[in-house]
């Protein structure tokens, strides 16, 4: 049974940064590639952002890309995303997932199999 848990998350203002990780437990984290997603109130869930089992194929969702950053230790079993020039339309619960090891897209939650509960990220305008 694999476990994700966020954390990081908070009330920030527009313009400011923050950084939301992801804990994993389990010896194969390092097979599998990541990814971030985030749901408003009222919205669907929605992909931010992905990264390799290796790290180095990285993917972001055009809303986000030149502000975030997505990395990954996997000595640490843990995944990133570095949040900057946040916007109030950030605002969002964050979750951090696995993708499946047969995935297609990485950009589709239903290639992902296992789920954090989610941190919630607020920016203030």
């Known amino acids: 049974q694999v476990q994700l848990v966020e954390s990081g998350g908070g009330l920030v203002q527009a313009g400011g940064s923050l950084r939301v990780s992801c804990a994993a437990s389990?010896?194969?984290?390092?097979?599998?590639?990541m990814g971030w997603f985030r749901q408003a109130p009222g919205k669907e869930r929605e992909f931010v952002a992905a990264?390799?089992?290796?790290?180095?194929?990285?993917y972001y969702a055009d809303s986000v890309k030149g502000r975030f950053t997505i990395s990954r230790d996997n000595a640490k079993n843990t995944v990133y995303l570095q949040m900057n020039s946040l916007k109030p339309e950030d605002t969002a619960v964050y979750y951090c997932?696995?993708?499946?090891?047969?995935?297609?897209?990485?950009?589709?939650?239903?290639?992902?199999?296992?789920w954090g509960q989610g941190t919630q990220v607020t920016v203030s305008s």
């Open positions: 997932a696995r993708v499946k090891s047969d995935a297609a897209s990485m950009t589709w939650a239903g290639s992902y199999d296992y």
């Open positions: 389990g010896r194969t984290f390092s097979n599998y590639a």
């Open positions: 990264i390799s089992w290796s790290g180095t194929n990285k």
